[in-house]
């Protein structure tokens, strides 16, 4: 076996065999509500390929796996076995178990564990009462040997398939002493012949290296895996011995991957792109060949007759420039849906556990989404729909007794908005108990016993670290490591959360994302000499401050009247050490930004503009900043900054605490 | 396994293409890469090879190879051989020798020791 030239491959089949693990729960939970024989069929195929995949990567035990859930499929395919809650049940923990694995097998670990062993068991189990009168008797007695006659017809679509025998043979070959005798009987005449059409077939023997080495049938049948649907195969001991045991270890192939090499980091580096955005690519490249070459001419020979026609194409040029950016940052968008596909099940386990009836509802599944975000935004909104079966929706006894059916609805809905991705997670559970929640911000002396507190106020809280308002703790939510590290998540990716409840009528979280992280809409703000750049998305308004609405206040600190809020005043010449920038107040311009919930106004020297800033991380060209998210460099070649307003206002608000 | 000698008809190949009813001898040369996409082509030239009463094929260059194209070697050898033509090996890469073994081919291919590259 070649673990050298096969190991790069791994990750692909990784990938591959996840997705088709998604395809596999999608379909049984698709199954599950009564769907139509053609499931079944999707399913066999993944877990048909993740077996073959499994044996040719050298992952037995895998591949032993998935064979017994494949013939369970195999029953269910042939109606042999019934569908039932069960049987979906015993598959999807399959799934759950074979996910385990892949990610053990990524970070090098023994695959097989108590889970995988049991499952094991139990689908074996479920086959042995079912298949036990005709398993093949062969299969039982003799699954060692010292010698085996293996009869290989291939069907005459094999090697267009990509198995070619040449490969199986040099396995074989790799266990012992191999001998081969090609069977000539079928072969059309030349002129006849379509090369990729095999129609050869052969009588192997297949023998030990030394007389007690023993081979066992999986070894030889784990070589055929990927084309017994291909070819008819019949493996026979030459001489059975009698009851040798075998040890476990001997089963392995002796070419096994060393474990080590396949350490990779869970985060997988590449993008799978589909061909109409590449298309889309060419496309406008060659757009843009063209206007580049009509512009040449001009270089030739230019007469002031001709400006109209260079305006045209410098026209022509930035439209095509600016569709190229946003083709190429489309390249690093992919559909939410990816991210919402795993809530049905999600669902489905909750909803069993607590004995509630919730139907989800999944909407703008297509909405698309940097890959970047789409990797780390599933884990908030798994934390939100939790939060929202566990807490929001009711048992069936109450909502009846509120008036309501007795299934609960949980919506989860992308769309797109001005220039981001908004996600909501909504259901029409009990809203917020705004009761117990102030209750417990008193007991953790979140709040004093007095105050009044507005809705918002009150919802506000409930994103404070540790903060839980359920009873018990149970295993799905409930621990107080929820709301805030929803609200840090999101924010790191630069989007905000917000939350909206009627008591009785329900919640709504709704999470706020930039298209992409690798761009922002931006107004470049001008202090002193230098030139900043603010997010459009944390601007309120900007505004020419009058004297008489800014108030200085005692400390040192300034405040600024904003329609009825007090906002805080931050210099950004005096944060950022910028000489020669306008001091006084009036004279400057104040932008009234948010980031976190909280307001600021910034005084800058005035605005220069809007556009949009290509983000290069500070992080990773010099250092961290405070207050500053990244760089971008301007038209004229020359560094802004771009303001980071959450840390902004952070930072001012510890300066001034400290 | 039969030993490559220099036969008779390897030694004039210049006689091919002379005589156009049925030629004299003709050689095939097997390309570097014998793989599927390269036997559309094979199978032609083979094809139009089998006209010649001796016909000496090339296998010297092979390099890469698959079942397929010894599936296609193995049916030329049996055709040749119903046409009463003669059918000699100018000598075969180890490639092709190695794939031929171990699909048990190379003796009826009457295929030559390999020759090291």
């Keep these: 076996m070649a673990s050298v030239g096969v190991a790069q491959f791994h990750q692909v089949f990784f990938e591959e065999s996840l997705e088709g693990l998604d395809a596999m729960e999608s379909s049984l939970l698709a199954l599950d509500e009564g769907g139509d024989s053609e499931l079944v069929n999707t399913i066999f195929r993944a877990a048909h390929s993740i077996k073959g995949g499994s044996a040719t990567f050298g992952f037995p035990e895998m591949a032993a796996f998935t064979h017994e859930a494949e013939s369970l499929l195999d029953e269910l395919r042939d109606g042999r076995r019934a569908i039932d809650g069960a049987i979906v049940e015993l598959l999807l923990r399959t799934v759950d178990c074979l996910r385990g694995m892949f990610a053990r097998a990524q970070s090098g670990q023994p695959l097989n564990n108590a889970e995988a062993e049991s499952l094991r068991e139990q689908m074996a189990a479920a086959l042995g009462r079912q298949i036990e009168p005709k398993a093949p008797p062969s299969r039982r007695a003799g699954d060692h040997a010292d010698a085996w006659r293996i009869d290989f017809r291939p069907h005459p679509g094999m090697l267009a398939g990509g198995n070619d025998p040449l490969r199986l043979f040099r396995e074989l070959a790799a266990l012992g002493e191999l001998r081969v005798q090609p069977v000539l009987d079928r072969l059309p005449p030349l002129a006849a012949l379509q090369p990729a059409e095999c129609h050869l077939g052969w009588v192997l023997e297949l023998r030990g290296q030394v007389p007690p080495d023993q081979i066992s049938r999986d070894q030889i049948a784990a070589v055929f895996d990927w084309v017994e649907d291909e070819c008819e195969l019949t493996i026979a001991p030459l001489h059975v011995v009698a009851d040798t045991p075998v040890p476990a270890v001997a089963a392995v192939p002796a070419g096994k991957p060393p474990a080590a090499a396949a350490v990779h980091s869970a985060e997988s580096g590449s993008v799978r792109v589909s061909i109409d955005k590449i298309d889309g690519l060419i496309d406008l490249v060659g757009e843009l060949v063209i206007t580049q070459s009509m512009l040449d001419q001009f270089r030739e020979e230019f007469d002031v007759a001709k400006l109209a026609l260079l305006q045209q194409g410098l026209t022509q040029l930035a439209r095509h420039t600016r569709e190229l950016q946003e083709s190429v940052m489309g390249v690093r968008m992919l559909p939410i849906g990816s991210v919402f596909n795993r809530f049905p099940r999600l669902v489905r386990d909750l909803t ?10 999944l909407v703008g599944e297509q909405t698309e989404l940097d890959k970047t975000v789409l990797e780390k935004i599933g884990d908030p909104l798994v934390h939100l729909v939790r939060n929202a079966i566990d807490h929001g929706l009711e048992m069936p006894d109450r909502r009846r007794a509120a008036g309501k059916s007795d299934t609960g609805a949980l919506r989860l809905e992308a769309f797109h908005r001005g220039g981001n991705i908004v996600v909501e997670v909504s259901d029409d559970g009990a809203g917020l108990n705004r009761e117990a929640i102030v209750a417990k911000a008193l007991q953790r002396g979140l709040i004093a016993s007095g105050d009044q507190l507005s809705d918002e106020q009150v919802a506000e809280l409930i994103f404070q670290p540790g903060f839980s308002t359920a009873a018990v703790a149970t295993d799905l939510s409930g621990r107080g490591v929820g709301m805030d590290v929803v609200r840090r998540n999101v924010s790191d990716l630069g989007g905000a959360v917000a939350i909206r409840s009627r008591p009785g009528h329900g919640t709504v979280f709704t999470i706020t994302l930039p298209l992409t992280l690798a761009i922002i809409d931006g107004l470049t703000a001008a202090v002193g000499s230098e030139h ?23 400390g040192g600190g300034e405040l600024f009247r904003f329609r009825d809020e007090y906002l805080p005043v931050l210099r950004l010449h005096q944060l950022f050490g910028c000489a020669g920038a306008q001091a006084v107040i009036e004279e400057g311009l104040l932008i009234v930004v948010e980031g976190d919930g909280a307001r600021a106004a910034l005084l800058v020297d005035g605005l220069i503009g809007q556009q949009q800033a290509v983000v290069k991380s500070l992080e990773a060209n010099y250092r961290r900043v405070g207050g500053i998210s990244g760089a971008t460099i301007l038209a004229d070649g020359s560094v802004a900054l771009i303001v980071d307003v959450a840390g902004l206002i952070r930072l001012q608000s510890r300066s001034k605490a400290a | 396994m039969l030993q490559l000698a220099p036969t008779a008809t390897a030694a004039e190949p ?5 005589v156009s009813a049925r030629p004299q001898s003709v050689v095939v040369t097997l390309p570097a890469d014998c793989r599927m996409a390269a036997q559309a082509h094979l199978l032609q030239e083979l094809l139009a090879a089998l006209d010649a009463c001796a016909i000496d094929l090339d296998g010297r260059a092979v390099e890469r190879v698959d079942t397929a194209a010894l599936q296609l070697l193995t049916l030329f050898k049996r055709e040749a051989d119903a046409r009463g033509a003669a059918l000699n090996w100018m000598g075969a890469s180890v490639a092709l020798d190695e794939a031929a073994d171990l699909l048990g081919l190379a003796k009826t291919l009457k295929l030559p020791a390999a020759v090291p590259a």
């Design chain 2, 14 to 18: 210049a006689a091919n293409g002379a």
């Design chain 1, 532 to 554: 900043y750049i603010v997010p459009l998305v944390s601007i309120i308004e900007s505004v020419q401050a009058r004297p008489e609405a800014v108030h200085r206040v005692t």
């Design chain 1, 352 to 361: 069993q556990k607590l004995g509630k009836q919730v139907k989800l509802e």
